[in-house]
């Protein structure tokens, strides 16, 4: 890691090392304030030997803010602002407050405001219409932005982000899109700019020539008819020439459909527009989306397509990663899955944000490290999945010494059948860093176990064990349906752990995160591998239209049925769409509000909600994903007969894996 970990400069700002913590929306100050929950969450990722954190976002005023946001709109908040940028400094790190202005993505409910942007053109996200700006209003804008780079200049920040990305005020000053002004802000991109530009230099006029100022931009905002990488480079080059300091390069606005951050999204993937812009400017240009281990990070910086590279969500997951990769122990970092469940999708939800692999991730304030325990507790835990290995791991960090008896070869449970579908391989990284990290803590693993009552009770007795915990996970569950014999009936996790194969026209039952992942999985089946495509591509073999079809269209005809209204309804916001559409993509047939009745020789007879009509739909092969029930018989049968006997994870009741992490670290603090 001979480039990432090397000092650099943006502007007059000297950084110990190339890392950036890239803004992210946590939701931690419901009144606007810093305290304690924002610094304590700040300190530890400075203490993990971050360069640069960037504070995202700030707000710089009432009406294009957001839930729980970080305001810098008043002097009242640089006291505590100051203590956050104390904080930071005191761990060797750089602070940026990122200043924040979401024009017509505001709501309304949130702000108590109309939001405001050029043009009276809805929006997406809100379903709101934004007040057009009047010039005078401009004026107002850009001075809350100066305003509030001199209060972060006062509080003793290295620097200032202005968000030109993403959708937000600026961008919407960018695009054709959202700008349909006709005086000197609307028109041709030149005159697009001139907002943005004009809050550059509002803000270079208040802090003065020294002050280091980032821009963030979209590098394409994937938007039909909005700005590309070509004019996106244009304004860099503008960005440059009124003296903005460095580039922070993202991809697309909330509203693309293009995934940006979700786990089917290569890592590393926009690194190109991140190049695409360091080729027109001369100031240093951050690339981030999607960067997510070291190795990557170091190999952009290599191949010369960034001169920083920006990390948010692996930092949430693991504020050591930047010490870990330093001292060479890349294998004991806690990798971020890019599944969303505890970030992003807790934004959607106005919830603060947390981690699904780092139960302590928003909770520095009040965890602090794990405790030592006075005693030590020989402890034995039934199950190595994700429940059973974070409690091995939590309590072995306590000071406890934990034997694990597992039923099968092997260890992370359901993690295996997460993983499974096309480009949810992520899920097993979270298995591996698991397993490792109980390996590294000398937790002993005894595989192909299935323990009774009675060998626990034994080992209880003549072991010693002074605590049981029970994480035997859930098993699937089968539903009584009429059934004639011809047509094949699988579990849908035996087909996502290629246990069973199906025939070429399936009915999945179920359509839940389960039935999609299944479905998704089977639609593959047939389609062109990256490495033919690659191939067809370079020699322009096929058509581009060709080429999507064989890259969409598999071998095999997918239904998936489901009862109420509404696919994937258990999949997180910020990742439902995009599996949506890529079932879209796929031809999947998805027919939601229908109820299987008969499971037939020929077939699959349902029941539509609505109108009460039945029809026999063909197919080889059912393919089941209800859901799941707990596998507690252990526990029940336990309960009385030992001393401290525990149930966590899907073994207590089948839910999310954040939920099972959780669970297990509260269950290993204890
Ligand atoms: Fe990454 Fe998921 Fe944690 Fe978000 S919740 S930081 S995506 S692991």
């Known amino acids: 890691m001979s480039i990432l970990f090397s000092p650099a400069k943006i502007g007059t700002l000297q950084l110990r090392n190339r890392l950036v913590m890239t803004p992210m929306h946590l939701g931690y100050s419901p009144k606007g304030e810093v305290n304690d929950q924002l610094i304590e969450f700040y300190r530890a990722r400075a203490r993990g030997g971050v360069g640069l954190i960037i504070v995202g976002g700030c707000g710089i005023d009432r009406i294009g803010n957001a839930f729980g946001m970080t305001q810098i709109d008043d002097d009242r908040y640089i006291p505590g602002l100051r203590q956050l940028v104390d904080a930071v400094h005191a761990e060797g790190a750089k602070i940026v407050p990122q ?66 990305s993403a959708g937000y005020l600026i961008s919407q000053f960018l695009s054709p899109v959202t700008n349909q002004r006709t005086d000197r802000y609307g028109g041709d991109l030149e005159a697009r700019m001139t907002f943005g530009l004009e809050v550059v230099e509002a803000i270079r006029k208040a802090v003065g020539p020294d002050f280091p100022i980032i821009v963030r931009v979209a590098g394409n905002d994937f938007v039909p008819g909005s700005n590309t990488n070509t004019e996106s480079r244009a304004f860099c080059q503008a960005l440059e020439k009124v003296g903005v300091n460095a580039i922070n390069v993202t991809g697309g606005w909330h509203e693309t459909q293009v995934p940006q951050i979700t786990m089917n999204v290569p890592p590393g993937a926009y690194a190109y527009l991140a190049h695409g812009i360091k080729q027109a400017v001369s100031i240093p240009v951050i690339a981030c989306n999607r960067i997510n281990t070291p190795e990557l990070a170091e190999n952009i910086l290599e191949e010369g397509l960034a001169d920083f590279v920006g990390m948010a969500r692996p930092l949430l997951a693991d504020p050591e990663l930047p010490n870990k990769a330093m001292t060479g122990e890349t294998d004991s970092i806690r990798p971020c899955i890019g599944c969303n469940q505890g970030c992003l999708d807790n934004i959607f939800r106005l919830k603060p944000v947390s981690c699904l692999v780092n139960a302590e991730a928003g909770r520095e304030f009040e965890l602090g490290q794990i405790p030592q325990s006075a005693q030590t507790q020989k402890v034995l835990v039934i199950g190595a999945g994700c429940a059973g290995m974070e409690f091995a791991r939590v309590a072995t960090l306590g000071g406890h010494k934990v034997t694990i008896w597992e039923e099968s070869g092997q260890t992370g449970g359901q993690l295996a059948l997460a993983a499974a579908p096309p480009d949810r391989q992520d899920f097993g990284y979270l298995a591996n860093y698991l397993a490792r990290a109980c390996q590294k803590l ?129 999949i997180g916001a910020s990742t439902r769409w995009s599996m949506l559409a890529d079932l879209k993509r796929h031809k999947v047939n998805c027919l939601d509000n229908h109820t299987v009745l008969e499971i037939r020789a020929d ?68």
Not at 105 to 119: D, E, F, N, Q
Not at 442 to 464: F, H, P, R, W
Request: hydrophobic fraction near 40%; proline fraction near 3%; charged fraction near 20%.
């Open 603 to 670: 077939g699959v007879l349902v029941e539509s909600t609505g109108d009460s009509t039945q029809k026999v739909i063909p197919a080889d092969t059912v393919v089941l994903a209800i859901g799941s029930c707990s596998q507690n018989e252990l526990y029940n049968n336990l309960q009385g007969k030992l001393e401290i006997l525990s149930i966590i994870g899907d073994a207590a009741k089948p839910r999310k894996v954040l939920d099972a992490i959780h669970e297990a670290y509260a269950e290993g603090i204890k």
């Open 99 to 164: 200043l924040y202005q979401a024009g017509r993505y505001a709501h309304s409910a949130l702000t108590g405001k109309p939001s405001v942007a050029p043009s009276p053109i809805p929006s997406k996200l809100t379903g709101q219409t934004p007040e057009e700006l009047t010039e005078e209003k401009i004026k107002e804008v850009i001075d809350s932005f100066s305003n509030a780079a001199k209060r972060a200049q006062t509080a003793g920040f290295d620097g200032v982000e202005i968000i030109a």
């Open 442 to 570: 000398g937790v002993e693993i005894n595989y192909n176990v299935k323990a009774t009552s009675d060998m626990i009770l034994t080992a209880v007795q003549n072991e010693g064990f002074n605590r049981v915990v029970i994480a035997t996970g859930a098993r699937p569950i089968t539903p009584s349906i009429k059934r004639e014999e011809g047509v094949k009936v699988l579990q849908a996790w035996d087909v996502l752990l290629g246990r069973e194969k199906t025939g070429q026209n399936v009915i999945i039952v179920g359509g839940g995160a389960v039935g999609v992942d299944t479905a998704l999985l089977l639609a593959e089946a047939g389609t062109l591998n990256s490495e033919t495509l690659r191939f067809l591509m370079l020699q322009h073999a096929e058509t581009d239209q060709e080429l999507y079809r064989l890259l969409t269209q598999g071998s095999k005809k997918i239904t998936v049925l489901e009862m109420v209204k509404g696919i994937g309804r258990d």
